[in-house]
């Protein structure tokens, strides 16, 4: 399942993953990403049936993976 994500920052820098919580998007988190993008490369997905990720929601699980999935 593909997801839609934005990445800030530095290729070549550490990763750290910011996730919305349900109910929003990755939007909810355009303020904070780029304050940390200095230090890091910032990955900010959304997850299945939210944002720019069509599709349904899915379980916990299924978010869990599509998470895993986006970071490959």
């Known amino acids: 399942m593909a997801i839609a994500r934005r990445e800030l920052g530095s290729p070549d820098a550490p990763a750290l993953v910011l996730v919305h919580g349900l109910g929003a998007s990755g939007r ?23 944002g720019d990720t069509g599709g349904e929601h899915t379980t916990i699980e299924g978010m869990a993976r599509a998470v895993l999935e986006a970071l490959d």
């Open 28 to 50: 909810a988190l355009e303020r904070v990403a780029p304050l940390v993008a200095a230090r890091f490369r910032v990955i900010v997905p959304d997850l299945p049936g939210f």
